[in-house]
């Protein structure tokens, strides 16, 4: 059974940061690409990053680009997502996902996690 599991969501600032995380299991992780994915309320899924199974590769959203970073910790099946000047607009629930390819369809979705950035 394929699982993902985000963490790290939650209440911030304008101009603040978060790290997501989210931990895999059920595949051997160093063979999958992982990729983050968020929706607002109202509005569908938009790609925000994704990273190659080596984590040589990544690939970012016209909105993350400069501010946000995907990683990947293969020892422990963990893929991050650093979010940085994080503005109001980025407020969505933010979904990690796994698939056999950058540009392969991701078959395996996380439960999510929210972010609210609010002062």
């Known amino acids: 059974q394929v699982l993902l599991e985000e963490s790290g969501g939650g209440l911030v600032q304008p101009g603040g940061s978060l790290r997501l995380s989210c931990v895999h299991s059920g595949h051997t992780f160093n063979r999958v690409c992982l990729g983050w994915f968020r929706q607002a309320s109202g509005k569908g899924r938009e790609f925000v990053a994704a990273?190659?199974?080596?984590?040589?590769?990544?690939r970012y959203g016209d909105s993350a680009k400069g501010r946000f970073t995907i990683s990947r910790d293969n020892a422990k099946n963990t893929v991050y997502l650093q979010m940085n000047s994080l503005k109001p607009a980025v407020a969505a629930v933010y979904y990690c996902a796994a698939s056999a390819s950058l540009s392969a369809t991701y078959n395996y979705w996380g439960q999510g996690t929210q972010i609210t950035v609010s002062s």
């Open positions: 990273i190659s199974e080596n984590g040589a590769l990544t």
